[in-house]
């Protein structure tokens, strides 16, 4: 690694650590409101220094549209003031702890499925294993059978998602997904996963809309198939993406979010102008989420446009 990326590593946690005090100013704007009982559920899984993140997050999304359910999962570190914060500011959001998590995967998964999964000690110590707990697990299980737009904490919406809005407001019959890539995809080639309707190497989970019904039969296969070949899978970073990309790519007709146009989803990589200028969505990816200062940059335009009702980017 060079220098100079670890230097960039180095500040990009040091700001992550202290993201909550960066992001303070989303607690001026107003609070917004939610549907509790609409179809489509906002689900965002959460962790204690992303918490002012995902505020802004919400909030970038539920100016375009309020009729969805907005559920947050903890992770298990949040405290109680971050509580009462997220629903000061998302009225009728709903918070799960984690051990409201495990407790209803304990109740809902068949004995051999169970057996099959990492335990929460794993949990607990892999960051991989969590998120397949938290986006994959959680969801498959939680929200049986309904619509569910799954997002980071590190999003934020600067034009009317008009596709997603569209999916939110009509029956299901297809899910959603953006471009990214996968570092385990020829594992999963090789365990013979067969990727019909998308390619695992280009599938990224950072936003996607998924009808929550995946078959008994199928969690079992996937796991099955994964610990057979390889139970360290489990620790790979990708892993709860891959598995969505397996459930997704089985299904009729998933939509591409990206081929729709350049930069539907920009990167944390494209310059602030381009994604100020083109981006539906930005999603600024871990490594260099805090460069060049263009996530707080596009946070007080967000902030600025919550407080005096337009919309900088029109
Ligand atoms: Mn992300």
């Known amino acids: 690694m060079t220098f100079i990326k670890k230097i960039s590593r180095i500040y990009n946690r040091y700001m992550q650590r202290n993201a909550n005090l960066l992001f303070r100013g989303i607690l001026s704007t107003a609070p917004m409101s939610t549907n509790p009982k609409a179809q489509t559920i906002l689900y965002c899984a959460l962790s204690k220094n992303a918490c002012r993140q995902y505020i802004a997050m919400a909030k970038s999304f539920l100016r375009f549209c309020s009729n969805v359910a907005v559920v947050v999962q903890d992770d298990g570190s949040l405290d109680v003031e971050q509580y009462k914060e997220i629903k000061n500011h998302i009225l009728g959001v709903k918070i799960y702890s984690k051990n409201e998590m495990f407790e209803y995967i304990q109740k809902q998964a068949e004995k051999e499925l169970l057996a099959l999964l990492p335990t929460e000690d794993e949990y607990q110590q892999w960051t991989s294993i969590k998120i397949m707990y938290l986006k994959f697990l959680n969801v498959v299980f939680r929200f049986n059978g309904r619509k569910v737009i799954i997002v980071d904490s590190d999003l934020l919406f600067l034009r009317p998602p008009r596709v997603i809005i569209d999916w ?24 013979g996963f067969s990727f019909d309707s998308l390619d695992i190497a280009n599938f990224s989970s950072g936003t996607i809309g998924v009808g929550g019904s995946v078959s008994k039969v199928q969690l079992l296969d996937i796991f ?65 989420r805090f460069n060049n200062f263009r996530y707080l940059r596009l946070l007080s335009d967000l902030i600025l446009e919550l407080k005096h009702g337009f919309n900088t980017v029109g």
């Not at 997904?177 to 570092?183: C, D, I, K, P």
């Open 168 to 191: 939110v407001e009509s029956h299901y019959n297809s899910d959603f997904y953006g471009e990214g890539g996968n570092a385990k995809s020829k594992q999963f080639y090789d365990m």
């Open 224 to 288: 099955k198939r994964i610990n057979e070949y390889d139970r360290e899978l489990y620790k790979a970073w990708e892993i709860e993406q891959a598995i969505w990309a397996v459930v997704m790519s089985q299904r009729p007709n998933p939509l591409n979010l990206d081929s729709l146009k350049d930069l539907y989803i920009g990167s944390g990589w494209k310059s602030y102008r381009r994604l100020k200028n083109e981006a539906i969505i930005a999603h600024f990816a871990g490594a260099v």
